[in-house]
């Protein structure tokens, strides 16, 4: 439940994209007070609009009218562009205020932000989000929370528009980190099912039977129930990019030292770019003959 001393502040939001719009919509609809900036798709910002919320034609705008602000963007650069950047939320946020950065972002950058913003008086959380687009619609997504004590308590209030579940890891930037974990499992496991699907394929076995017998054994995962529905009825449930699969690969990567499954995994989504199907939908890559080329490689040990 919503506090209701939240509908005293003024929130501001960036980033509509399938996850940020469903977001802004559970906060605008639950009566919170929303300014929204200005987005190139335009179909979400005049749904928000209808709804009550307002739109700032900038960030310096936005920043300067909002108590508390929402970040969802596709990658760390962004984040730094739209807090870092001329005109930025760092130069235009108030003392005490709050900047949320649901992204996945890389933790790194996570730091380097945290340390401006505090010289500024400035507050900020990590708060990246696990779940779906349709959980973002509906007001149940997972979200992860890093910083401090105090400001995870301050930002709970307002992240409880959208979440279901809400769990602190601990400092600022241990959400991310977490986040990027979380993601190389799902990323891993669907690149299992892809091979697997296409496996079966090959050697005729029925992809119905398939999903009755993986559904109720050890095999099953949340990636496969997610794939599945795409192979057997084209209907999508897994709205992540292979762009944004790599990209969380990496920012992993950057952060340890992958070892051979980390390798393969990044493998399968840099032949999927290479082939021209970086915008493609995870589940997609199982319309594709082979996904990997250079799998069959690694597992011979050629």
Known sequence: MVDVQTHDSVIGF?????????????????????IVLGHKRRAPVEELIGLGASEAGSAAELGRQCDVVFLCLPSSRQVEEIVLGA?????????????????????GSTLKIAAILAAKGIRFIDAPLTRTSRDADAGRLNVLVGGAEADIKAAKPFIAYFAEN???????????????????????????????????RKLGVDTQALFKVVSVGGANSGAFQMIMPWVNEREMK?????ANAAKDIGYLAAATEPGVMGRAVATVMADAIAAGLSEA??????????????????????
């Open 87 to 107: 005109g930025g939320l760092a130069e235009s946020l108030g003392t005490g205020s709050l900047l949320i950065d649901c992204t996945t972002s890389e933790p």
């Open 14 to 34: 960036v980033g509509l994209g399938p996850m940020g719009r469903g977001m802004a919509r559970n906060i605008v609809s639950k009566g919170g007070h929303l």
């Open 281 to 302: 939908a995870i589940p997609q890559l199982t319309d594709e003959p082979r996904p990997s080329a250079r799998g069959r490689e690694l597992m011979l040990g050629d």
């Open 238 to 242: 897994f709205q992540f990019s292979v």
């Open 166 to 200: 809400i769990f602190p890891i601990g400092p600022i930037a241990s959400a991310h980190k977490l986040k990027l974990i979380n993601n190389f499992m799902t990323i891993g496991c669907s690149a299992v099912v892809i091979e697997a699907v296409a496996a079966a």
